[in-house]
Structures are given as C-alpha cells and as structure tokens.
C-alpha cells in the first residue's frame, strides 16, 4: 500500500505543510527556541562573573580566579561547532523538525545539572570538570538549535520575506538576555549577596526546565519545513553533509565565519566583558549595570526588527558593511563612554547594543544564504559556530588581559581590528553569497 504522504504531488506537499505550518506558528516556535537556548547561554555567562569565581574556583587572586572562570565560559564556543556537525548532520538528513527538538533538550538537561552541581567546597576539583562538562553540553546544544531555528523561519519565509523571517529567531537573543538579566537583578533585590552565594545562584538554571517544557511543546506542534520536503521529494539529501560543505562550499564557509566575527566579538565585550570589568575595576554596583546592560538590550532587540527591513529592501550585504563600519568606529570611543560614569555606560551600552542589533537582525539569513538545503543546516551552523570560537570564546579573557596589562582602550581597538576583517570579508562576498 502506497503511504499517502508519499503519494501527494511535491506541489500538494507544499500546499499541506504551508496549511500546517502557518506564519505565526512558524515565526513562534523559531522564537521560543532561541529565547530559552540564549536565556540558558546568558545565565551560565553572567554566574560566570559574579558566581563561579568564588564558588568553582577559590583559593585564587580575583583576576586569576576570574580568568578561570571566562576559560569554562569559552568551552562551550569550542563545543558549538560539534554541535553543529552532530545536529547538522541529523537536521539536513531527518529533518529540521526532530533535530531541533534534540538541540532544546541537550541545552536544557545540561543547563538545569549546573545547578544542581556541588561547589569546591563540597568535592574539590571534581567541581570545575563537572561544570567544565555541563557547560560543554550547553554549547553542544546550542550549536545545533541557532541553525535550525533561523531555518524553520527561512524556508517557510514568502519570495523578499527571507530577512524579516530570519530576524524573528535573533529576537530570542535580546529576549533571552532580558530574562536572564532580569531574574538575577529580581535575586539581588530580594535576598542578601550571602543567601545569592549560598543558594539563590542555582534558581535561574533550575527554573529552566520550565522554558524547555514550552519550547519543547510548540516545537512538536511543527510540521517539517517545505524545502525541506522538496529537498526529500526530490531525493536531494546527501550522505555526510559536512563532508560536502568541505569539498563544495569552503569559501562560503570561510567568507561567513568571518562575516559573523565582528558580530560575536561586539556582544561579548559589550555583556560579559563590560559586566565585569564595570563591578570589578570601574566603581559600578551589580544592580547598577544589570539596568544599565538591560537597558542596552532593549535598543538590541528594537534595532534586530529594523535590521529586517532595511534588509528585505537594501540587501543584506550592504546593511552589514554600513554597520561594520559603525562597529569599527564604535572601537575608538568605548572605553571612555565605559569609563564615563553612570550616564556614560548606559551610552556605551546603547550605542554599542544598538549596533549589535543591526549587525544580528540579518546575519542569521546571510549565513544561510551560500548553501543549498541540502547541507544549508550543517553549513549556516559551522559558519555562526566557528565564529564562535573566534569572535567570542576568548573575546572577554583577551578584553580583560588587554584592560589589566595596557589599558580598557585597547580592547576598543581589539574591537575595531575585529570589525575591519569582518568588513574586508564583506567586501570580498558577492551579493548573491550573502543576500541570495
């Protein structure tokens, strides 16, 4: 007997699966998804400055001790793009649907075990490898949920829509920070910085499994995406994905790795960085620069949505270019706006967010652009993973080994050298490579 899937025409397929998969549940479960995978990301990066220096690795100076603490944040950069091979395999094979339901979970098991964990106190050294390990699978995770999000938003996207689809999965990004942001400035205030140590620290990364649960519901509720079926229709699927990004697509690969650069080296220093060289060196309370960080994040968020448009109308590649440049120029006057008292840092956090938003809103489209479905999943991940590593994995420990040994104005400039090979990769990009 015929299965009567199987027996629909590719163009009844598309017609099912555009009936199933309407826009607002689209754009929903490819939001929902990311919100809980950054909010996770953003918990572990901010107990990475206030929380683990004193709890995973005591018995340190506070430099050193912080030092260690950004070495296990950059772990999971390291991990992104296994993540990225292991669910791009399966995302561009089984499908977009099943794959991203895996990458949730990964994320969500690993996040909620953090805090669960003992401190050093309790089993010494066994404390830093087993948060060390918790954090590899959050980027292990993470690797393989940033690819599929932005293409379950894409490849149901209307023909001149691919940029406002796209930006949707970015909002969880800003959303997610908000969240995290918000729940340890809700902390501060209603328990004493003993009590936040003691216990307080774990109730963010437990009360995650809550937000899995939703993504995990409304990702089930998906169908497969239409081009995905095609691609399945059409028995396009290869066998090893990465293996034919390797032999086929290599300049795509290199030429968007560095495309994002400037992108995840902006956000890093601008969150992590600022977090802790504000509390620690610069005078600012916690709760002062959670508000004032939050406040930056909320130009991010505004600034992704406009990015999608000017996108859809201008093209990709030149938003980028204009907003690289921006960066680049942003280098040369953030550490005194950091440095500037209470009125400066919330400039230097809405004007360097602010841009961030513009450089993230379309990079998730561009990345995706250069390859077919068929190794679109595995391809658009390497290249946002493998950024990763290079823009933001060691970005907060370079900012503050540059900060401590010559001075907070040369991680301006490490921003705006940052910024100078994302632009030149730019302009060696065609516009078909990136706003296709």
């Known amino acids: 007997m015929t299965d009567a899937t ?3 025409s590719p163009k009844d397929n598309a017609s099912k699966h555009a009936a199933v998969n309407s826009p607002a549940r689209v754009l929903f479960a490819s939001l929902v998804g990311t919100t809980i995978e950054f909010f996770d990301f953003y918990v572990y990066a901010t107990a990475a400055v206030l929380v683990f220096p004193h709890l995973f690795f005591p018995g340190s100076d506070p430099t050193s001790a912080m030092l260690q603490s950004f070495a296990t944040f950059s772990i999971a950069f390291f991990a992104r793009p296994f993540g990225a091979v292991i669910f791009g395999h399966f995302g561009d094979k089984v499908g977009r649907k099943a794959t991203l339901v895996a990458a949730l979970m990964t994320m969500g098991i690993s996040t909620v075990v953090i805090g669960l964990l003992p401190t050093y106190a309790t089993i010494g050294v066994a404390a830093p490898l087993l948060l060390a390990l918790c954090r590899f699978g959050q980027g292990l995770g993470l690797g393989g949920e940033w690819g599929g999000a932005v293409l379950l938003a894409t490849e ?3 023909e001149g829509k691919r940029s406002w689809y796209a930006m949707f999965p970015q909002l969880g990004a800003p959303i997610g920070f908000i969240l995290s942001a918000g729940t340890f400035l809700i902390l501060g205030e209603v328990m004493s910085n003993e009590a936040f140590l003691a216990w307080g620290w774990r109730v963010p990364f437990i009360a995650s499994i809550l937000l899995v649960a939703v993504g995990l519901y409304v990702r089930l509720k998906i169908t497969e995406t239409p081009e995905f079926q095609k691609a399945v229709d059409k028995h396009e699927r290869v066998q090893v994905p990465i293996a034919e990004i390797f032999r086929f697509h290599k300049r795509s690969l290199v030429l ?4 994002a650069l400037a992108t995840f080296v902006l956000f890093y220093l601008m969150t992590v960085f600022s977090l802790s060289w504000g509390t620690a060196k610069l005078g600012y309370s916690r709760e002062q620069f959670l508000v004032v960080q939050m406040t930056g994040v909320v130009f991010f968020g505004l600034m992704i949505p406009v990015a999608g448009i000017l996108s859809d109308r201008y093209g990709r590649r030149m938003i980028l270019i204009i907003t690289t440049i921006g960066i680049g120029v942003f280098g040369l ?3 005194p706006l950091l440095a500037g008292g209470l009125g400066g840092a919330f400039l230097f956090s809405i004007i360097g967010l602010g841009l961030m938003g513009l450089t993230y809103g379309p990079i998730g489209a561009a990345l995706a652009a250069p390859f077919p479905t ?10 946002f993973n493998l950024a990763g590593i290079f823009g933001a994995s060691l970005a907060p ?3 503050t080994w540059l900060a401590t040994n010559y001075s907070l104005d040369y991680v301006g400039y490490y921003l705006l050298a940052a910024a100078a090979i994302t632009l030149l990769c730019l302009v060696l990009s065609t516009e078909d490579e990136v706003s296709a």
């Open 333 to 335: 006057f953030m550490a």
């Open 374 to 383: 068929s190794v679109r999943y595995t391809g658009a991940s390497m290249t």
């Open 6 to 8: 199987t027996s629909l």
């Open 397 to 399: 420990y370079i900012a």
């Open 156 to 158: 149901n996207a209307p």
């Open 256 to 259: 968007g790795t560095f495309v």
